[in-house]
């Protein structure tokens, strides 16, 4: 879990980069849905935990 950590910090950094100019839409992409696939994971798991579904 901590080498995907330091991955995920890492590629957020370099996210903002002075020498890239276009956006590179593919990694953008992946990110975001990464991100919103592991929120929905973990709203799941709260629910369920919870007993609210």
Known sequence: MRRFA???LFTALS???A???RIDWD???LILSTVVTA???VLYVFG???SLW
């Open 6 to 8: 330091m991955k995920a």
């Open 15 to 17: 996210l903002n980069r």
């Open 19 to 21: 020498e890239r100019k």
């Open 27 to 29: 990694r953008d992409v």
């Open 39 to 41: 929120g929905l994971i």
């Open 48 to 50: 369920k935990a919870t």
